[in-house]
């Protein structure tokens, strides 16, 4: 297999990072670089026609796209450790948590620093720069309720490690790099200590 990826961006970092903790080997990653297009170029759009990454190139030839599809991939061909949910109803609620923080933080971030950072305007193309301040905003507003949560609760999604927890981590560490945004400064004492927690996983640590 072949996944296709791009040095510092969120979405394959997940996925990455989901692979880490599963311990899954034998995929060969293939890094495009976005800033000079080659997420554009014909070979690669004939592959994923959104002309984004993560994409995972399957033995058959099939090309499996969107980040949340990939894992789903992964945790069937490798169940152990389980990281979705056993059972219906766990993986409902991992799903909950996980869909919050990705549409509420992580996109939040992605938007913000899309729409407001000079150097990624080659990718968003207008950039709104009122559009990436709300989001900024709103994004924080979804870390208050995210720092109240982790008050009663060790992880994400409750008393284990999952997805959610890898969705929270890489957009949180997105924002620290191009928002310089940091919980604790902002006195969200709860998620800063459970992101210097994640931080110390070996899965963290691949980029």
Same mark, same amino acid.
């Given at each position: !297999?072949? +996944?296709?990826?791009?040095?510092?961006?969120?979405?394959?970092?997940? $996925?990455?990072?989901?692979?880490?903790?599963?311990?899954?080997?034998?995929?060969?990653?293939?890094?495009?670089?976005?800033?000079?297009?080659?997420?554009?170029?014909?070979?690669?759009?004939?592959?994923?026609? !959104?002309?984004? $990454?993560?994409?995972?190139?399957?033995?058959?030839?099939?090309? +499996?796209?969107?980040?949340?599809?990939?894992?789903?991939?992964?945790?069937?061909?490798?169940?152990?450790?389980? +990281?979705?949910?056993?059972?219906?109803?766990?993986?409902?609620?991992?799903?909950? *948590?996980?869909?919050? $923080?990705?549409?509420?933080?992580?996109?939040?971030?992605?938007?913000? $620093?899309?729409?407001?950072?000079? *150097?990624?305007?080659?990718?968003?193309?207008?950039?709104?720069?009122?559009?990436?301040?709300?989001?900024?905003?709103? !994004?924080?507003?979804?870390?208050?309720?995210?720092?109240?949560?982790?008050?009663?609760?060790?992880?994400?999604?409750?008393?284990?490690?999952?997805?959610?927890?890898?969705?929270?981590?890489?957009?949180?560490?997105?924002?620290?790099?191009?928002?310089?945004?940091?919980?604790?400064?902002?006195?969200?004492?709860?998620?800063?200590?459970?992101?210097?927690?994640?931080?110390?996983?070996?899965?963290?640590?691949?980029?």
């Amino acid at each position: !297999m072949k +996944l296709y990826v791009s040095p510092r961006t969120p979405n394959p970092r997940r $996925v990455t990072m989901f692979i880490a903790e599963k311990a899954i080997a034998g995929i060969e990653e293939v890094s495009l670089d976005l800033m000079a297009g080659q997420h554009r170029d014909p070979g690669f759009l004939e592959k994923n026609p !959104m002309g984004r $990454v993560p994409a995972l190139e399957l033995p058959d030839g099939r090309v +499996l796209a969107e980040t949340r599809a990939i894992c789903t991939y992964l945790e069937g061909l490798q169940p152990e450790p389980n +990281l979705m949910g056993e059972g219906f109803d766990e993986r409902a609620f991992i799903e909950m *948590a996980d869909r919050r $923080v990705e549409l509420h933080l992580f996109l939040g971030v992605a938007n913000c $620093v899309r729409h407001s950072h000079p *150097a990624l305007a080659v990718l968003e193309n207008p950039q709104f720069p009122d559009f990436g301040a709300a989001q900024g905003s709103k !994004m924080r507003e979804t870390a208050q309720w995210l720092d109240q949560l982790l008050a009663r609760q060790p992880y994400v999604a409750g008393e284990r490690f999952t997805i959610a927890d890898i969705t929270a981590f890489c957009a949180l560490e997105f924002a620290r790099g191009l928002m310089k945004y940091r919980p604790g400064a902002e006195g969200l004492q709860h998620l800063q200590a459970w992101r210097d927690r994640i931080a110390e996983r070996p899965s963290a640590q691949a980029k």
